[in-house]
């Protein structure tokens, strides 16, 4: 997974290039690069973007990926889909399959991660 910082200058500013960590404005303006015209530019001005729209965009994205975090801890703690295929065997040879209690061990064990993380 990419960090925050990188997709929103991928996203603002294709092809702008840095070196090392860019945390604050003067980083930004400093630590960036593009070719412009066949030749490496350090000005800001061609950069494609602002420090300002990119801290909105990182803000936006941060957004967007925290309202998330449920799915991807969800997909961290479902059975794989060969367990979720004979845990679903088991109900329905059992006759288990529409009860909604301890004796379905599908339902119960997919259940539990959905209630353990709450979309939204």
């Not at 200058?9 to 070719?35: H, N, S, V």
């Not at 990119?54 to 925290?66: H, I, T, V």
Request: net charge negative.
């Amino acid at each position: 997974m990419k960090d925050i910082l990188s997709l929103a200058m991928m996203e603002l500013a294709p092809g702008l290039c840095w070196t090392g960590t860019i945390k604050t404005k003067q980083d930004f303006e400093t630590k960036c690069y593009r070719i412009v015209d066949s030749k490496l530019s350090e000005s800001p001005s061609d950069f494609g973007c602002t420090w300002e729209e990119l801290e909105a965009k990182m803000a936006s994205l941060q957004e967007e990926r925290d309202a998330q975090a449920y799915a991807r801890n969800r997909k961290e703690e479902y059975p794989d889909l060969a367990e979720q295929l004979d845990l679903l065997w088991h109900a329905i040879d059992s006759g288990t399959l529409d009860n909604k209690d301890h004796r379905n061990k599908f339902y119960s064990t997919l259940k539990k991660v959905k209630t353990d993380n709450p979309k939204g």
